[in-house]
């Protein structure tokens, strides 16, 4: 049972309308239950920027049946680390081993056992959530909180594979303090620190979709990945970050840009291709940055 106000959603995939509604009946108390009647709207549902915390698969479908969807999902990076439980008639040992072999957590038999059904979802949306906060602690900033360097260089790289199968735009954004080491120089290094925190708590609460992503880049700098975005887009963002800022009327003497701490920003999109590589919008990004920042900083530019 979920502890919080924010139910784990779970996605029910079965072909068989009473199926669907017992096990509704069984987990809507306690979980968000989402349904599909095929493998083709289960890829849809989980493939989507709001994706379930576990699924529960019928491997018996019309089309494209639940083995197939468990491999589909174990080979994306984006859903391989959702948990699925398979849903079977099947008790043969080696229809269990194939389903292990495809990628799934667990089985549940037919006809359902409450008691069982309940235990074992339970069991792996907690492990899920377990897991989850331990690759958060990971993945995350020792100083700010934000994704830390770690985890950007991970997400460009999945953001980039998707952008390349879509044909979609990917956007970053190389955010920079202006004049910091004046900063620290004049205020000394707690606060410092404390303007680094403000700043990029202040970036992330920005940030709308679940697929963009608020890094500290290193330093002073953080970058702002925005997969699905044109390069209009993306200066909206920007703006939004640069006045935010400002906004924050955090005193910097010592600055010869504005009386306040103030952001550079550096701003390009590209439609990635196999030809290319992350590394090359990152020298873009970098680029426009430099320009902002000749240009009198407290501002951003485009590639």
């Not at 920079?176 to 900063?183: A, E, G, P, R, V």
């Not at 920007?238 to 010869?256: G, M, R, V, Y």
């Amino acid at each position: 049972m979920e502890t919080n106000c924010i139910k784990s959603s779970i996605l029910i995939v079965d072909d068989e309308p009473y199926n669907l509604k017992i096990l509704n009946e069984l987990l809507r108390t306690d979980y968000s239950i989402r349904v599909a009647t095929n493998g083709e709207r289960a890829l849809e549902i989980v493939m989507s920027d709001n994706p379930p915390d576990l699924v529960l698969l019928d491997v018996i479908m019309p089309g494209i049946d639940g083995y197939e969807v468990c491999q589909r999902l174990k080979a994306d990076t984006n859903t391989h680390d959702i948990p699925v439980i398979f849903i079977t008639s099947k008790t043969d040992e080696r229809d269990e081993i194939r389903g292990f072999e495809t990628g799934a957590v667990d089985y549940v038999t037919k006809p359902f056992r409450p008691i069982v059904v309940q235990a074992r979802v339970r069991t792996h949306i907690d492990l899920k959530r377990k897991s989850k906060l331990l690759e958060n602690q990971s993945l995350r900033d020792g100083l700010t909180g934000v994704s830390n360097r770690r985890r950007f260089n991970e997400y460009i790289e999945i953001a980039w594979n998707c952008a390349c199968r879509d044909s979609s735009p990917l956007s970053i954004i190389i955010i920079d303090i202006d004049h910091f080491k004046l900063y620290n120089d004049t205020y000394g290094h707690q606060e410092g620190d404390s303007c680094l925190i403000t700043v990029a708590n202040t970036l992330e609460s920005l940030i709308r979709r679940k697929i963009d992503l608020l890094a500290r880049y290193g330093g002073e700098e953080f970058c702002c990945i925005l997969p699905k975005t044109e390069s209009d887009g993306a200066c909206n963002v920007a703006l939004q970050f640069q006045n935010k800022i400002i906004d924050l009327k955090i005193p910097h003497i010592a600055s010869s840009t504005h009386s306040c701490v103030s952001i550079s920003q550096g701003v390009a999109t590209v439609v990635p291709s196999q030809d290319s590589s992350p590394e090359e919008l990152i020298k873009m990004a970098d680029e426009a940055l430099y320009k902002a920042k000749n240009s009198g900083r407290n501002r951003f530019c485009t590639y």
